[in-house]
C-alpha cells in the first residue's frame, strides 16, 4: 500500500507541477499577446514627433544656413587679415630707402653708373600671398565631421 501511495502521490505532484507550467505559458501568451491601446499610443507618439520634425526642419535649416555662412565668412575674414598683414610689412618695407632701391631693381631700373643685366630662361617666382582668396574651395577639405554632416542633413551648398 505504501508503494501505490507514493506513486499516487508522485503523479499528483507532477500534475501540479504540469498545471503550474500550462498557468504560466498561458499568462506569458497573454502578456505577448498585443495591446490595442498600447499599439496606438505609441503610433500617436512617432506621429506626433515626426509632425514636430517636419514643421522644426525649415527654421533649424534657416538658422543652419545662417551659421555656417557665418563661419565661411570669419574664415575668409581671417585669411583676408594674414594678407592685409603682409601687405602692410611689405609697405613698411617699401617706406624705406634699401626697400624702394631692390623694387626698382627687380623692375629693371639702375642708378647712375650702374649697368643693366637681364637673364632669360629662368623661371619667375610666383608670389605665393597673391594667389587669390578662393579659401571656401581649401577650406572644404578642413571643414570638422559635424559640419559636414550638418552640410548633408540641411543640403548646404552652393545655393545657400
Known amino acids: 500500500m505504501s508503494t501505490e501511495a507514493s506513486t499516487s502521490t508522485a503523479s499528483a505532484d507532477e500534475a501540479k507541477a504540469t498545471s503550474a507550467h500550462a498557468r504560466a505559458t498561458a499568462r506569458e501568451k497573454v502578456k505577448r499577446a498585443p495591446d490595442p491601446e498600447r499599439r496606438r ?38 585669411v583676408l587679415a594674414e594678407e592685409n598683414q603682409e601687405l602692410s610689412s611689405d609697405v613698411e618695407r617699401l617706406m624705406t ?14 642708378m647712375p653708373g ?9 623661371e ?26 550638418g552640410d548633408v542633413i540641411f543640403f548646404y551648398g552652393a545655393d545657400a
Open 97 to 110: 630707402h634699401e626697400g624702394i632701391e631692390d623694387e626698382a631693381r627687380k623692375r629693371g631700373w639702375v
Open 124 to 149: 619667375e617666382p610666383q608670389d605665393e600671398g597673391m594667389s587669390g582668396t578662393s579659401s571656401t574651395a581649401e577650406g572644404e577639405e578642413d571643414l570638422p565631421w559635424f559640419i559636414r554632416v
Open 114 to 122: 650702374e649697368t643693366s643685366v637681364r637673364v632669360e630662361g629662368l
Open 41 to 78: 499610443r505609441i503610433l500617436t507618439a512617432l506621429a506626433v514627433a515626426a509632425v514636430v520634425i517636419v514643421m522644426l526642419y525649415r527654421p533649424a535649416r534657416d538658422y543652419y544656413v545662417a551659421w555656417r555662412t557665418g563661419y565661411l565668412l570669419n574664415i575668409r575674414n581671417e
